[in-house]
């Protein structure tokens, strides 16, 4: 079937945008030093810093499960709520996503820093947290949070309602109710929410260095020593970059079809 004028160009913008997004990525394939590869890998401070990175990403995504998936029931049920304080809801939750990670590390730093707004507080009792570990795993969850929320709120809006009001009316108090029954209803949107969130946790850098700095072992994660690296050995940023590359790969493999049914190969 022959393609009309508007047709054809509509094909070629859609190339020129799918060229945009796979050619820097495909650079970074071309230019990996292969022949290195395994030793640059396994360097001290790339071992480093990827530790750090799985562990601080791990326990971020625990955070944002716990915390996040209740919040994610409260905005499924805002429906009913007023139009201004659902909006004021949707919006707190969406300006992470959409907020520079600079400006989110900065925000961090002006309410937890030695003289921010709850740090000014925390710092006489000897509670110091930017520039710890704790900070990049505050960071990661700030940032990846909004990724559980919604994932888990499209699943409560998907699900059938009626298994929850049948429970609570056979006398199940309303945290039994949460436990037994919305959980497993919405076990896929969680699944598919922590995936993402560790992600999204393990690829934070503006968030991270802003409010945790850069300290080897400490805070330095893997985006940071890529970066740091691309200043003074390509091929060990390269090399990182590619690790990181691999990881967004193979959750967007391991997401498609089976936990986000709306995405078909």
Known sequence: MRLSGPAVIIRVIAGLALALLVLPLLGILLSAPWPRLPALLVAPATLQALGLSLLTALISTALCLLLGTP??????????????PRRLLRAAVTIPLVLPPVVGGLALLLL??????????????????????????IAQTFVAMPFLVFAVEGALRGADRRVELAAASLGASPLRVFRTVTVPLVAPGIAAGAV???????GEFGATITFAGSYPGITRTLPIASYLASQSDLNQSIALALVLLVVSVAVLLGLRDRWLPGVRG
């Open 71 to 84: 919040l994610a029931v409260v905005l499924a049920r805002s429906v009913s709520w007023p139009v201004v």
């Open 112 to 137: 937890l820093g030695r003289n921010g707004i709850l740090g000014k507080y925390l710092a006489p009792i000897g509670v110091t947290i930017p520039f710890t570990t704790g900070a990049v795993v």
């Open 196 to 202: 993402l969130c560790f992600a999204r946790a393990l």
